[in-house]
């Protein structure tokens, strides 16, 4: 079994290294050596403040977490946004879509595929767990599928004899997969393997850092020693596993772009190293561009490269065409700087096109997960939907009916209502007859003390004794009659009350139940609304109000069950003392 992927060795330095290799604070007693599990640097505790899940040799993610620096902290953190926010999966098309733009096309694949014959039983594929930490956390997240990556190597060796089945094409192969489609794949691999690269990539480099960086001799020949000792592993993998996932990206836009620009990219690189060049030997060299070298800084430098327009031979022409040409390129100049905005708006333009038609992808991937692929088990659901739906509905007719019922029991106790006026009407007048009962009661005491009072002073001969005691016993039975009147009219007022009392509490039992049903209902017709059209920002509420207003009605419930029977246990124990009573008897 080969091993394709060319790497970085990134040996442990646990114990050999003197100051921190982030903030190059010194170790000692107080400033313990730490090492982050991801990159491998010696690091402080300062430097290392994070614990998390790292992604180990095989692939797979570590069971408890380890020390992480804060420099692979914040570089975890904007491969999973890119992974998410572009909506990255291995063989779908996603920035794939901006790279080919209205070249895309699946027909030329598919031809290949038919046309050749291959057996893919037999074809190998490994090495995968010798890649750098940041090509690693990013294979992890986009996933694999060695499938996929034997279709695409075989057809495209198949396809083009001359290109071998190589660490070169695999790995190619392999980081185009995480942002395109087979089809897309053998697309892009013919657009890179067709670009003519420079006969001499070394002297490309060092004239480029020459002649557009300004560099000096002495580092032209340092670069010179470490590029004829390490740049074959650079470009037999097109860079691919040499630097951090975004450097890496960047370096393969511009490869398919044009192989010139791509060594234009590797020069602003190599340029960004020339402080180390004197100072570490090449592996550890190699280490440091691995770890320091971030796309921003090479795409700031490589903007910064000046290069000596080529010689144009000069030819005489007529003054009228010298004008003509000195007001052309006037013009061309104003119209650059727009034409330079209009091409970023293009490219914005486009992206935002790919990410949308991502989402339509996933959007469409996710339906079709939903849908049932079987034709039996997806009539066996529509058929228990339905059985469903008819309960639902039975219930609906259940519930409609007894909602009638109750409007009925409603309209009733609505001229019970009116009764209930008229009893209270007629506790009012008995209120005022009872009112004006004990104004009489207490004139006629008033008359009879009066009336005792002259009868003890005035003269006995004028009545006799049997009339003056005729007459206070008239006076006491009016006087009975009177309060015995009165607790009468207490006893009907009191019973009207209860009466009336008892009549509110059905009524609201009614009420409250006749709103429960009510929301019941609107529960099942909500239920029986499609899925698509139930997810709606309006329904949610009902919902929630619906439910808000069941909550609250249970309260009330759970309330009256309490009063009802603190009341039944007052009348057990007045019924016990009765019955007491009565055994005393």
């Known amino acids: 079994m080969k091993q394709f992927i060319t790497f970085i060795n990134i040996p442990e330095v646990r114990g050999k290294i003197p100051k921190c290799q982030i903030c190059q604070k010194s170790f000692s007693f107080t400033t313990r050596e730490h090492q982050c599990k991801r990159c491998l640097r010696a690091v402080c505790e300062g430097c290392s403040p994070f614990k998390i899940n790292h992604i180990k040799k095989d692939g797979k993610e570590s069971a408890k977490p380890h020390r992480m620096c804060k420099i692979c902290k914040e570089e975890s953190e904007q491969i999973k946004n890119f992974v998410e926010q572009n909506h990255i999966a291995y063989g779908v098309d996603t920035l794939s879509k901006q790279w080919l733009g209205g070249s895309l096309s699946q027909q030329e694949y598919k031809n290949a595929r038919e046309s050749a014959k291959i057996r893919f039983d037999k074809t190998e594929i490994s090495g995968f767990d010798n890649i750098n930490y940041s090509l690693k956390e990013f294979y992890y997240l986009a996933g694999k599928d060695n499938t996929k990556l034997q279709n695409v190597c075989l057809t495209f060796c198949s396809k083009n004899p001359e290109v071998a089945f190589s660490a070169e094409l695999v790995s190619l192969a392999n980081f185009l997969l995480c942002f395109s489609s087979e089809a897309s794949t053998f697309?892009?691999?013919?657009?890179?393997?067709?670009?003519?690269?420079?006969?001499?990539?070394?002297?490309?480099?060092?004239?480029?850092?020459?002649?557009?960086?300004?560099?000096?001799?002495?580092?032209?020949?340092?670069?010179?020693?470490?590029?004829?000792?390490?740049?074959?592993?650079?470009?037999?993998?097109?860079?691919?596993?040499?630097?951090?996932?975004?450097?890496?990206?960047?370096?393969?836009?511009?490869?398919?772009?044009?192989?010139?620009?791509?060594?234009?990219?590797?020069?602003?690189?190599?340029?960004?190293?020339?402080?180390?060049?004197?100072?570490?030997?090449?592996?550890?060299?190699?280490?440091?561009?691995?770890?320091?070298?971030?796309?921003?800084?090479?795409?700031?430098?490589?903007?910064?490269?000046?290069?000596?327009?080529?010689?144009?031979?000069?030819?005489?022409?007529?003054?009228?065409?010298?004008?003509?040409?000195?007001?052309?390129?006037?013009?061309?100049?104003?119209?650059?700087?727009?034409?330079?905005?209009?091409?970023?708006?293009?490219?914005?333009?486009?992206?935002?096109?790919?990410?949308?038609?991502?989402?339509?992808?996933?959007?469409?991937?996710?339906?079709?997960?939903?849908?049932?692929?079987?034709?039996?088990?997806?009539?066996?659901?529509?058929?228990?939907?339905?059985?469903?739906?008819?309960?639902?509905?039975?219930?609906?007719?259940?519930?409609?009916?007894?909602?009638?019922?109750?409007?009925?029991?409603?309209s009733n106790y609505s001229s019970q209502n009116s009764i209930q006026a008229d009893q209270q009407r007629n506790i009012q007048e008995l209120q005022q007859q009872i009112e004006r009962l004990k104004t009489k009661l207490k004139e006629s005491i008033f008359e009879n003390r009066a009336m005792s009072m002259s009868l003890a002073t005035s003269a006995q001969s004028i009545m006799s004794g049997k009339e003056v005691q005729d007459l206070k016993q008239k006076h006491e039975d009016e006087k009975r009659q009177l309060f015995d009147q009165i607790q009468a009219l207490e006893q009907n007022k009191s019973q009207l009350q209860r009466i009336i009392d008892s009549q509110k509490q059905l009524n609201q039992r009614v009420v409250d139940y006749l709103s429960s049903m009510t929301i019941n209902t609107n529960v099942i017709k909500l239920s029986l609304k499609p899925p698509l059209e139930r997810r709606t920002k309006n329904d949610n509420e009902d919902y929630k109000i619906l439910i808000d207003t069941k909550i609250q009605q249970n309260q009330l419930l759970k309330q009256m069950l309490m009063a009802n029977q603190q009341q039944i246990q007052e009348l057990n124990s007045k019924l016990k003392d009765i019955k007491q009573m009565i055994y005393s008897q």
Not at 243 to 250: A, E, Q, R, S
Not at 371 to 388: A, H, M, V
Request: charged content about 30%.
């Open 187 to 410: 697309q892009l691999l013919g657009i890179i393997y067709k670009q003519k690269p420079p006969e001499e990539c070394i002297l490309s480099i060092l004239t480029y850092c020459v002649k557009g960086y300004g560099m000096g001799e002495d580092e032209k020949q340092l670069l010179k020693q470490f590029l004829q000792s390490r740049l074959k592993r650079y470009l037999i993998t097109f860079s691919i596993n040499m630097f951090n996932f975004d450097t890496t990206l960047f370096l393969i836009t511009q490869l398919i772009k044009k192989y010139d620009s791509f060594i234009k990219q590797l020069s602003a690189i190599f340029i960004l190293a020339r402080t180390q060049l004197k100072n570490t030997n090449h592996e550890d060299l190699e280490l440091w561009i691995l770890r320091n070298v971030r796309r921003k800084d090479a795409e700031s430098k490589l903007n910064l490269m000046q290069l000596p327009a080529p010689n144009q031979e000069i030819e005489s022409r007529e003054t009228s065409q010298s004008i003509r040409s000195i007001g052309f390129s006037m013009i061309e100049q104003q119209d650059q700087s727009q034409y330079n905005e209009m091409k970023a708006e293009i490219s914005n333009l486009k992206l935002q096109l790919a990410l949308k038609d991502n989402e339509i992808e996933s959007y469409k991937f996710q339906l079709q997960q939903m849908q049932s692929p079987d034709d039996s088990k997806k009539d066996k659901y529509i058929q228990q939907k339905n059985e469903e739906i008819a309960i639902l509905l039975a219930r609906v007719d259940a519930l409609t009916l007894e909602n009638k019922q109750f409007s009925k029991r409603e």
